[in-house]
Each structure stands twice: as C-alpha cells, then as structure tokens.
C-alpha cells in the first residue's frame, strides 16, 4: 500500500509540469473511445510526465480517488511480476481507497510484468478500469503483443521536446520569420542549450 500512496495523488497536489498541448489535446480525444490509451516511445521522452498531467486534467470531473497510477519501475516491486501483482494492487485499492467508483488506470513501463496483455485485455473487456498504458515502443508493441490487444486501443507516439515546444518552455513564440527576427539572438542561444 505505501507504494501506492507514494505514487499517487489521492491526498496532495499533482506536480507542476509545463504542458505539452498537442499530447494533452489527442488523449482528451482519445479518451472518448473508452479504448485503452498506449503511450509509446524512447526513454525519457515525456511519457510518465503525460499521464501524470492527463491524471490531473481527469480530477478536475472526477475525484481523485478514482485514479491509481503505478510505476513498474519502482525497485520496491520483485524483479520478476507476473499478473498477480496486477490483481494484487487492483483489490488492494479497491479495498482500501475506492470500493465502487469508476478507476481509470495508468500503467507505466508495463512491459515490465510478464504477460501483462492477457490481464489488460481481461480488465478491458471486464470493464474493470479504463486503461492507460506506456512503454517502449519495441517492448510494448513487438508483434504477439500488438495483436493480443489488437483492436482494443489507441496509440500515441511521444517524442522527444520539439525545438519549438522548448521555445514555448522559454516564453518564446517563434511561428513566423517575423517573430525568428525579433528574437533571433535569444532563440540562436536556447538552440545551442537545446542541442546540448
């Protein structure tokens, strides 16, 4: 349970993050579907960031007890996870945070529990949770498992920060020639920064 706590939001303020609109704009979309939601992409491109900022955008209509992130990453967890642990961690929160509501569900660096797609897929059709998941895209999505889910969700790609997303980051708009000549000195520094 400590775990749990440690990772979510239940009884304190989500993190300040600085947004990345076109992401926060396609999960508002894709939520929609009732699909289960994949993030993928390199490593430490934003993901856990983006769930984390969806989580908050979903408690300003829902109560935060009905969110449950967990990090798979966390070195708390045994080092070999089956689906046990997913079953574990979901009646454990039922029992002790949320009996009855709604549960949206984010799964972070899933791939890390062996045969995860089988109880996704069952907690899907179930309707146990409204599911989000992230991973690489290798591990996540290799052939066998893209197909077990197949037809069951949405995917984002996440990309690193874009060099006008780390403008946006600086207060720095940059749409137009006219805008690149009035800021050229300050934006020609924060390319050096961003490269670096």
């Not at 045969?115 to 179930?126: D, G, I, P, Q, R």
Request: net charge negative; aromatic share 12%; proline share 4%.
């Amino acid at each position: 349970m400590a775990i749990l706590h440690d990772w979510n939001y239940w009884y304190r303020d989500f993190p300040q993050f600085i947004p990345r609109p076109e992401y926060q704009e396609k999960m508002q979309r894709l939520r929609r579907s009732d699909e289960i939601i994949v993030l993928t992409g390199m490593r430490r491109s934003g993901k856990s960031t983006l769930l984390k900022q969806e989580m908050e955008d979903l408690a300003r209509n829902h109560d935060k007890t009905q969110l449950l992130y967990i990090n798979f990453e966390d070195p708390r967890f045994p080092p070999a996870m089956d689906t046990s642990i997913l079953d574990q961690i979901l009646a454990t929160y039922r029992e002790n945070i949320n009996p009855d509501k709604e549960v949206y569900l984010f799964l972070d660096e899933v791939q890390n529990v062996q045969s995860w797609e089988k109880w996704v897929v069952t907690a899907y059709e179930l309707q146990k949770a409204r599911i989000y998941l992230t991973g690489s895209s290798s591990a996540l999505l290799s052939g066998e498992i893209a197909s077990s889910i197949s037809g069951r969700y949405l995917k984002i790609d996440v990309y690193p920060l874009t060099f006008q997303e780390y403008l946006l980051f600086h207060d720095i708009s940059c749409t137009s020639i006219t805008e690149y000549t009035t800021n050229r000195t300050m934006i020609n520094r924060l390319f050096t920064g961003y490269l670096t």
